[in-house]
C-alpha cells in the first residue's frame, strides 16, 4: 500500500484540540504521556527492588498501584489510535528517522541519548510537551506557558550542534 | 455540570475506560499531524517545517476557548479542572533541557509512543533512554529536590499573573496563535526556497 500524506496541520490540531477538551469536560485534566511513562518505570522497578522503590523519596510518590491510574489507560489508548491511524495511511515499517548526514548506528545513539536528557527534565519540569505545555497552555497555566516557550528555545538552541542528524 | 468524573457521573473504572478512548483519539490525530516521524519534529528546529507550532497553537487555542465558552454558558466548573502547578524554576530549566533532549532525540514521550507503534526503531531506543532518565532523576532526587521545589507559585494562571480577564487573556492567546501560523507559513517558505 502506498503511503498517504500526513493530514494537514490545522485540521489535526483541531483534531487533537477537541481531544483535549472533551477530557476537560468528561475528567476534569488534560492528555499527558510522560506521567505514564514513569509510572511503568516504577512498576518494573517494584518487580525486583521494591524495597528500592520504597526508599526512594521520588518512586515512593508512584508506588501504590503504579499502574491503577488514568495515564496509563490513555496511554495504551495512544498506542492503539497511533498504531490504527499509522495501518490506515499505509505508514506501518520498520524504519529509522534521520537527515541522509548520519549513520544508523549514530542515529540510534542520539535517539537514546536525547531520550535520557528528556526523561530527566520531563521529571524536573512535572509534565512534558503533552501533559504540561499542551495541557497547561489550554488552562493558561503559568508554569506551562513558560515551560513552552523554555522547550522552543532550548530545541533552537541547540539544533545547529546535531545539524547533521537532521538537515 | 462538569468535569463529570469530578462531579461523581461515573466511577474510577468508566474514566479508565473514557482515558483508554481519548488516549486513542490523541494517537490517532498524533500520527495524522506525521508525529510519528522524528524527521519532521525535528525540522521544526530548523524552519523546514513548522508543523509541531501549528498544531500545538490550533490545538490550544480550540481547547482553551471551548473551556472559555463552557464557562460562560455555565457548563463547565474551572475550579474542579487541574490545572498544572507552577513551580516556575524548575519548569523554565526543566524546558530548556526537554528542548536539547527534543532536537538530540527527536521525539518527546507522547510522540516516540506513536513513532514506536508505526515502527519507527528509532523511538524503540528514545523510549528506552526516556525510561533511562527517569531512573537517574530518581536516583539523583536528594541532589535536584532544591531545584525541583523552586519557584513554586501554586496554581496561578495567566490572568491572575497579569491581572487580566480571561477573555483578554484568549484573545492575547489567539492573536499569538494568529502571529505564530503567519510566521510559521513565512519561515517554510523562506527555508524551502533557499534548499531548492
Known sequence: MKEKKYWPPYLSGIGLGITLLLAFVLMGRGLGASGAMMRFEVWFLGLFASSH????????????????????????????????????????????????????????????????????????????????????????????????????AGGYAMAWFVRKQWI | MAPFYKFDYFSEGTGFIIALLLGVSFGFWLERAGFGSSKKLALQFYFRDMTVLKVMFTSIVVAMVGLAFFTLFGWIDMTAVYINPTYIWAQVIGGLILGVGFVVGGYCPGTSVVGAVTGRIDAYFFLGGALFGMFIFGEMFPWVEDLFLSGNMGAIRLPELFNLSTGVVVFLVILLAIGMFYGGEWLENKFREEEA
Open chain 1, 53 to 152: 522503590v520504597a526508599a526512594n523519596p521520588y518512586f515512593a510518590k508512584y508506588a501504590l498501584n503504579p499502574l491503577s491510574n488514568w495515564l496509563v489507560y490513555e496511554i495504551i489508548g495512544v498506542m492503539v489510535g497511533g498504531f490504527l491511524s499509522g495501518a490506515l495511511a499505509g505508514r506501518l515499517k520498520f524504519t529509522i528517522g534521520k537527515g541522509p548526514r548520519i549513520s544508523n548506528k549514530g542515529r540510534l545513539i542520539l535517539a537514546f541519548t536525547g531520550g535520557t536528557i528528556m526523561g530527566f527534565a520531563a521529571r524536573l519540569a512535572r509534565g512534558c510537551t503533552s501533559g504540561l505545555a499542551l495541557t497547561g497552555g489550554a488552562t493558561m497555566a503559568v508554569g506551562g506557558w513558560a515551560f513552552m516557550f523554555a522547550v522552543f
